[in-house]
């Protein structure tokens, strides 16, 4: 399990060892050892693990460290999300009826604590293989009527789909989609989900203009991204170069990497 904010005592940390001073390993573990006098090898492992992650150390040689003075990047968390018991209810009913499909399934509700102006209504993406598409829609569509939709298009989600206060929208799974596990149920990363909203913008069209710079900076400045897997999932998209754009000249989210990002 991942150490939390309070477990790292980065106030701490910070008064004892300067940014960008090099330290000894063995300085930061008689560190930890004052707030864990029995802090096994296996733990301070994971604590080393946790503060590279949170780009608060940087290792600079064998047995050496460094503070980064990333003050920022304490703040951010991994994206975890709280499934509504709608979306939940969705998932269990696929996986059940198609227990060997592979899918991936988010909400749009998600987005809402991101933007200025939230939407009434919430879209459940269910994601499934090409193959299954049909199956599935029909399936869902006689446990949900009315409220099922299969590849909709801009003309479509604004005569039927806004108006509901829940709708479950059906579309291909694109390959490699970048995902996650937890507790048995994959989700796509949220890398996955801002690279969706903006490329798929008459499905997302409630999402763009200033909404999708809101949802972009906000999530930048809340959560840890890879980047890496961002510009990779856009690449494969047909939009790596765009969505780089974008991030430079229309919010103001940082990029930590500076290369240029380059359609596949």
Known sequence: MENSISQLHIRELNKKFPTRRPFQKSALRRFYSRFQPELSEQAFRRILYALEKRQVLTPIGAGMYARTGNEEAVSRENFVPDWSSACKGIQE??????????TLSWET??????????????????????????????????EYPGQVFLEPDRAMMERYILPLPESILISRL???????????????????????????????????????????????????????????????RNAGARLKNFIDTKTMAALTQTGEHQDD
């Open 93 to 102: 009913i696929v996986k059940q009826a198609f227990p060997y499909l592979e």
């Open 109 to 142: 509700g998600l987005l809402h604590e991101w933007m200025r102006h939230q939407p009434a209504n919430n879209q459940i993406i269910l994601e499934v293989e090409k193959d299954a598409c049909e199956s599935v829609f029909n399936h869902l569509a006689q």
């Open 174 to 236: 694109v390959t490699q989609s970048p995902k996650k596990k937890l507790r048995g149920v994959v989700f796509p990363r949220l890398e996955k989900i801002l690279v969706d909203i903006f490329v798929d913008s008459d499905k997302f069209f409630a999402f763009q203009g200033e909404e999708l710079v809101h949802i972009f900076e906000n999530v930048f400045s809340a959560y840890w991204i890879n980047e890496k897997t961002l510009f990779r999932y856009a690449g494969r």
